[in-house]
Antibody, heavy 118, light 112 residues
């Protein structure tokens, strides 16, 4: 079975940093494009960032560009999101997802909650 | 950015009856490769989203055949032929024809 497990969420003060991780299993991790999508409490889905198989292509939402960095370690079957200069509006459940093509969202993890508050 | 607009916002349905959700994009979702990258996702309360339909009308693995997608260009529809209790939740359309990926605002399906 395909599994994606996120971790690293928590409570952080405005201006602080967090690093989210997502470990994949049940599929060939290195052959999949990966995404981060977030969902503020009680609201809809918002795409954050995507990364291609070889990391040649990186995409970011304007709202996080310059503050967040997506990366992956195929040897560890892991996807990361380094989040700096966090703002209260970054508060959300962050999901990782995978797909065969860049932008595909075939499978999703359970999510990890990030709360930015003083 | 491509704006995705869903209607209705909420859809009370009777068990066993059909349901339909519309999604309109502000630009054509036809990619240069000839495919149209419109997907539908379903999110039950307290659960992550799951993919139902991709490229307008293709059901993802394990999705029951009571779900069907149709449309072209900028207008798309998700239909549930006979609503079951497990179909409650919020449905989102999503475009992946170009970055940034964008989602519709969601349609909440609930049982009358």
């Amino acid at each position: 079975d395909v599994q994606l497990v996120e971790s690293g969420g928590g409570l952080v003060k405005p201006g602080g940093s967090l690093r989210l991780s997502c470990v994949g299993s049940g599929f060939l991790f290195s052959s999949q494009s990966l995404n981060w999508v977030r969902q503020p409490p009680g609201k809809g889905l918002e795409w954050v960032s995507s990364i291609s198989t070889s990391t040649s292509f990186l995409y970011y939402a304007d709202s996080v560009k310059g503050r967040f960095t997506i990366s992956r370690d195929n040897a560890k079957d892991s996807l990361y999101l380094q989040m700096n200069s966090l703002r209260p509006e970054d508060t959300a459940v962050y999901y990782c997802s995978r797909g065969w093509q860049l932008g595909d969202v075939e499978n999703w993890g359970q999510g990890t909650l990030v709360t930015v508050s003083s | 950015d491509i704006v995705m607009t869903q209607t209705p916002l909420s859809s009370p349905v009777t068990l066993g009856q059909p349901a339909s959700i519309s999604c309109r994009s502000s630009q054509s979702l036809v990619h240069s490769d000839g495919n149209t990258y419109l997907s539908w996702l379903h999110q039950r309360p307290g659960q992550p989203p799951r993919l139902l339909i991709y490229k307008i009308s293709n059901r993802f693995s394990g999705v029951p055949d009571r779900f069907s997608g149709s449309g072209a260009g900028t207008d798309f529809t998700l239909k549930i032929s006979r609503v079951e209790a497990e179909d409650v939740g919020v449905y989102y359309c999503m475009q992946s024809a170009q970055f940034p990926l964008t989602f519709g605002g969601g349609t909440k399906v609930e049982i009358k």
